[in-house]
């Protein structure tokens, strides 16, 4: 199958602004059409290990951007999802992150087949390790260095599973870096090719970092949850890798799912399944390497 990256350059400007094309994520088929001036090189560096798609298919979704024009807001980008806007524009130079966040609102209102959990994921030997956090607590920062030191990444922002099952579905794509979080990924994986760094949106400067070749090329291999580690990132702690009992860490879960409501009894009985098959713990840490040696040390015990 292509790639994003197996198109020229220019053939891949052309065809985004024009009838747009096919992409696989994960479990989704997004159909991506964009016209939006600066765009298509970011994108293609960020998306170059994932499936080209034919258009004779039922996609997921098909989202658009495109640029519009405001007397007092200057040039901006209009994000839609099957003809429909979900949001006011936003500025232009922020496009990337406008689609990125685009593609995570589809994901998180359209499809409740799956329990839809606020979680990064990762694996190694078979076995995944489930990450569930609110805002600002490091998250998408400690998967991001896991998936650059041996673990598969999954994904860092859904944690998706099928009702009833305790296996993570794969969704791997880029790491939307935020803050400080982009020097220190920077210092911690200096070979990594982020993107463009992205000031003044409602998140503060955000910056990409793609997806390992090796996690996308695995998209299609779930994996059971062994561990859940709930981390919070705290300046000058120290590091605390504590056990947590089944109770805490189901109540715990359930408050970082998106749909559990809308699920119901299904949504239940797949948090409890997690719980009793997974080991649950609650890490600070203010230090990256440590907290990913002591995470690599859990996977080892």
Request: hydrophobic content about 50%; glycine content about 8%.
């Amino acid at each position: 199958m292509r790639t994003v990256g197996s198109l020229a350059p220019a053939s891949f400007a052309s065809l985004l602004a024009a009838e747009g094309l096919g992409v696989r994520i994960g479990p989704f088929d997004f159909h991506v059409r964009a016209r939006v001036s600066g765009l298509a090189q970011p994108l293609q560096d960020l998306y170059r290990d994932y499936p080209l798609l034919d258009r004779e298919r039922v996609f997921s979704a098909h989202v658009a951007m495109r640029e519009t024009w405001r007397l007092r807001g200057g040039r901006r980008v209009r994000f839609s999802v099957d003809g429909r806007t979900p949001h006011d524009d936003m500025p232009r130079g922020q496009a990337l992150a406008v689609l990125e966040w685009g593609l995570n609102l589809v994901v998180a209102l359209r499809f409740h087949g799956f329990l839809m959990l606020h979680a990064a994921a990762v694996e190694r030997n078979g076995r995944a390790l489930l990450l569930p956090a609110a805002p600002g607590h490091g998250k998408t920062t400690l998967c991001a260095a896991l998936a650059h030191r041996g673990w598969r990444l999954l994904s860092d922002e859904f944690g998706l599973l099928r009702p009833g099952s305790p296996d993570i579905v794969p969704v791997p794509r880029p790491m939307p870096l935020k803050n400080e979080s982009i020097a220190v990924m920077r210092a911690f994986v200096p070979e990594a090719r982020l993107g463009p760094t992205i000031t003044g949106t409602i998140k503060g400067t955000v910056a990409h970092l793609p997806a390992p070749a090796a996690s996308v090329a695995r998209a299609a291999e779930e994996a059971p949850v062994a561990w859940v580690v709930f981390p919070r990132w705290e300046a000058g702690a120290r590091l605390a890798l504590e056990p947590i009992g089944a109770a805490e860490a189901f109540l715990a879960i359930a408050s970082n799912a998106f749909n559990y409501e809308t699920l119901g009894e299904p949504a239940f009985d797949t948090v409890r399944r997690i719980t009793e098959g997974a080991r649950c713990y609650r890490l600070v840490y203010a230090d990256l390497d440590e907290a990913v040696a002591a995470l690599d040390a859990l996977a080892g015990g």
